[in-house]
């Protein structure tokens, strides 16, 4: 993938509330994290963690009763929350652009798909309409809509799943955006569909170098698209790192809980480790580790005081206070010590092929 | 699980549901399946949304009446029964938990309610304090508080609306519960829960499930065996295990080759194998063939040597 050490994209200490009429909902509760030209950022976690308002707030789409209380969103440095309507407008669908969840709704019903495609060309790049179908031609094409000459004016309710979710795709990158932020894109299709769709924006995205931020909760897709993950929980981010040090080395317990409680096609077994209980109420968000409640590894600082960020290697940090020096060792969900075991053969293999090089020593905190 | 003694307890044959039948858009959602389910197992049903799954499903429990074939429950032929007690009782018998938990439960009655509707109607109940006694022993049997039966639908999340709809399955002490899609519309991390849930009391309260899903994943866990449906056909059956690990129909290899995998290494090795219909279209007639013991694959006379070979290769026992 082509990635570069320049961050595109840097949110700092993002905080966003809610007023409801049952009071004021903490959605977003300080969120920092940067997204780096040609990357894809993963954005894990369960619906109401804030995944899709941290991405909704980069690009100005939060809703009337959404109050940004604090932080920043940095885009080539402007912030993004302090931008005007007309900015705003200049930036959706032309520098940032956005693939919804479901390709049923996001498309516009009574208008040629053609005329979708070419739309932004049209708006943001004041092309001529000849000028922009032909592109918006070449771009079906580019998405993998067979026949698509001949497809050009039809309708979405001609399409099936896959295809209006190419569709949607061809919208979005129409204008080569320099974010591309994915919002469950694949959750409505099915798994040989969804299949297609994912090498669709791999591939697109080696020939834009987009950058992208995916958002979903199937950690599998996760595995399979992302190059760095951050796993949200309750408005917070509370681990991450690169896709294998989530995966094979993940620090903190509702990590361990996500990716034990997934069967893959080789669990076998009577339960599956699962995590109790529900996630909180931000209307009123409990003091301490929000996660503290249904977390069997909690210590008693978990429900006095939040843990910060602990680092565990230069692209890897998770918020739990089982990083902290004093902190008791607990040994993680036999799943975990699985991946860790894996983890450990891998950096292994890796230390072996960088021999030759000047050793970069990786802290080993097990 | 020993299947020469096991007991069935649904048999289906040949079952046909059209949709639009003579008209210039005639469906067939089901066209001609046939599987039998065994007592106190687990049987999945896995494809793709317009295979078929919910249809059968649906078709099983008699929400539409079959086009054609034939339905046994405990040996009793369902598709025509005209025997009103017996029809009852098979309603009673046979329940479902539906995919969502948003729509399935009537807004405007009390969970309470909700759960003792089929109690009511079966007259379970000797009093109104055996009917509240019974409520709540059901909240409480599937994780939830008793007082919990004062409130209404809204008042809870996906998972607990979930449990609601089971402990309304659980009401009329049912030997059979079709479960059509049950958590795909909750969290990863509640998923869980009520999987282990459904588990627990399949053992507690020995029954028989068929589990409808398209995450191949949870399919495979939870079942002990597997039918996978395309078009309206069933391609290929087999023990969870062996359909997963020894896929031998092309659809089925191509299906579980697009499931992704939570381990970055795997997925970044992962080649997806493409599908080519050509086992599965044309006009030969095919029907399931018993290739390996308990493997059963569609398959056409003149296409049964090739399954066989693949099965040798793939280490099974052929038949």
């Known amino acids: 993938m082509m990635e570069s050490n320049e961050n595109i994209l840097e949110v700092e200490n993002l905080k966003i509330n809610f007023k409801t009429y049952a009071g004021t909902v903490k959605a977003i509760r300080d969120v920092s994290f940067n997204l780096k030209k040609g990357e894809t950022l993963a954005i894990v976690g369960e619906s109401g963690s804030g995944k899709t308002v941290t991405t909704r707030s980069i690009m100005g789409l939060l809703a009337n009763n959404a109050v940004v209380e604090g932080g920043t969103v940095m885009f080539h440095d402007q912030d993004v929350?302090?931008?005007?309507?007309?900015?705003?407008?200049?930036?959706?669908?032309?520098?940032?652009?956005?693939?919804?969840?479901?390709?049923?709704?996001?498309?516009?019903?009574?208008?040629?798909?053609?005329?979708?495609?070419?739309?932004?060309?049209?708006?943001?790049?004041?092309?001529?309409?000849?000028?922009?179908?032909?592109?918006?031609?070449?771009?079906?094409?580019?998405?993998?809509?067979?026949?698509?000459?001949?497809?050009?004016?039809?309708?979405?309710?001609?399409?099936?799943?896959?295809?209006?979710?190419?569709?949607?795709?061809?919208?979005?990158?129409?204008?080569?955006?320099?974010?591309?932020?994915?919002?469950?894109?694949?959750?409505a299709l099915d798994v040989t569909i969804q299949a297609q769709i994912l090498d669709l924006m791999r591939e697109l995205q080696n020939k834009?170098?987009?950058?992208?931020?995916?958002?979903?909760?199937?950690?599998?897709?996760?595995?399979?698209?992302?190059?760095?993950?951050?796993?949200?929980?309750?408005?917070?981010?509370?681990?991450?790192?690169?896709?294998?040090?989530?995966?094979?080395?993940?620090?903190?317990?509702?990590?361990?809980?996500?990716?034990?409680?997934?069967?893959?096609?080789?669990?076998?077994?009577?339960?599956?480790?699962?995590?109790?209980?529900?996630?909180?109420?931000?209307?009123?968000?409990?003091?301490?580790?929000?996660?503290?409640p249904r977390n069997s590894y909690a210590l008693k600082i978990d429900t006095e005081k939040e843990p910060p960020f602990f680092k565990v290697s230069d692209t890897h940090y998770a918020a739990t206070w089982l990083l902290h020096p004093d902190a008791p060792k607990v040994t993680p969900p036999?799943?975990?010590?699985?991946?860790?075991?894996?983890?450990?053969?891998?950096?292994?293999?890796?230390?072996?092929?960088?021999l030759s090089h000047p050793v970069e020593e990786e802290e080993e905190r097990q | 699980m020993d299947y020469h003694n096991a007991k069935k307890v649904l048999e289906v044959s040949h079952l046909k549901q059209y949709f639009n039948v003579g008209k210039k858009d005639e469906v067939k959602a089901v066209d001609d399946i046939s599987f039998d389910i065994y007592e106190g197992e687990t049987f999945g049903l896995v494809g793709e949304s317009g295979s078929g799954k919910t249809t059968a499903g649906r078709a099983i429990i008699h929400l539409y009446t079959p086009t054609s074939g034939s339905i046994k429950f405990h040996g009793d032929e369902v598709v025509g029964m005209k025997d009103k007690t017996k029809m009852k009782?098979?309603?009673r018998d046979m329940q479902m938990i539906f995919q969502d938990p948003y729509a399935s439960l009537n807004p405007r009655m009390k969970v309470r309610d909700i759960i003792a509707e089929g109690i009511d109607i079966n007259h379970l109940a000797k009093s109104k304090e055996d009917r509240d006694k019974r409520v709540a022993e059901l909240l409480e049997t599937v994780g939830l508080n008793r007082d919990h039966g004062s409130r209404y639908p809204h008042e809870f999340s996906g998972g607990q609306r979930q449990r609601i709809g089971i402990a309304r399955a659980l009401a009329v002490e049912p030997k059979f519960i079709i479960a059509d899609e049950p958590i795909s519309a909750l969290d990863v991390s509640i998923q869980a829960q009520v999987v282990n849930l459904l588990k627990q009391l399949q053992k507690e309260r020995h029954l028989t499930y068929?589990?409808?899903?398209?995450?191949?994943?949870?399919?495979?866990?939870?079942?002990?065996?597997?039918?996978?449906?395309?078009?309206?056909?069933?391609?290929?059956?087999?023990?969870?295990?062996?359909?997963?690990?020894?896929?031998?129909?092309?659809?089925?290899?191509?299906?579980?080759?697009?499931?992704?995998?939570?381990?970055?290494?795997?997925?970044?090795?992962?080649t997806q194998i493409g599908y080519d219909p050509k086992y599965e279209q044309g006009d030969k007639a095919r029907k399931l063939v018993e290739i390996a013991e308990h493997h059963w694959v569609q398959a056409s006379p003149d296409e049964i040597p090739m399954y066989q070979e693949r099965a040798k290769k793939e280490g099974l026992k052929v038949l």
Not at chain 1, 235 to 250: A, C, S
Not at chain 1, 254 to 277: K, R
Not at chain 2, 214 to 233: A, E, F, Q, T
Request: glycine share 6%.
């Open chain 1, 81 to 187: 929350l302090k931008m005007t309507e007309k900015q705003l407008q200049d930036l959706r669908g032309a520098k940032i652009a956005q693939i919804f969840q479901d390709p049923m709704t996001s498309l516009d019903p009574t208008m040629r798909i053609g005329r979708q495609i070419a739309e932004p060309l049209m708006v943001h790049k004041g092309m001529s309409k000849a000028k922009a179908m032909a592109q918006a031609l070449d771009m079906m094409k580019l998405v993998g809509i067979t026949n698509a000459e001949n497809r050009i004016n039809d309708y979405p309710h001609q399409f099936s799943g896959g295809m209006r979710q190419r569709i949607v795709i061809a919208i979005a990158l129409i204008n080569y955006p320099e974010i591309l932020i994915a919002d469950e894109p694949t959750t």
């Open chain 1, 208 to 292: 834009i170098s987009t950058s992208i931020i995916f958002i979903t909760h199937d950690l599998g897709v996760v595995a399979g698209m992302a190059d760095r993950v951050a796993v949200m929980y309750a408005g917070k981010i509370v681990e991450y790192g690169t896709v294998d040090e989530i995966f094979y080395n993940p620090k903190h317990p509702y990590t361990w809980g996500l990716l034990s409680s997934m069967p893959t096609l080789e669990t076998n077994g009577d339960e599956l480790p699962s995590i109790p209980g529900t996630p909180p109420d931000l209307l009123d968000p409990p003091t301490g580790d929000a996660f503290a």
């Open chain 1, 334 to 354: 036999v799943q975990i010590v699985a991946r860790q075991k894996q983890f450990a053969e891998m950096q292994k293999k890796l230390a072996a092929e960088k």
């Open chain 2, 89 to 91: 009782q098979f309603r």
């Open chain 2, 210 to 270: 068929l589990f409808i899903a398209h995450d191949l994943s949870m399919v495979k866990y939870i079942s002990d065996r597997i039918g996978v449906l395309h078009y309206g056909r069933m391609l290929e059956v087999g023990t969870s295990d062996e359909v997963y690990n020894h896929p031998l129909h092309d659809y089925t290899r191509s299906l579980l080759s697009a499931v992704p995998i939570p381990d970055p290494e795997y997925e970044r090795t992962r």
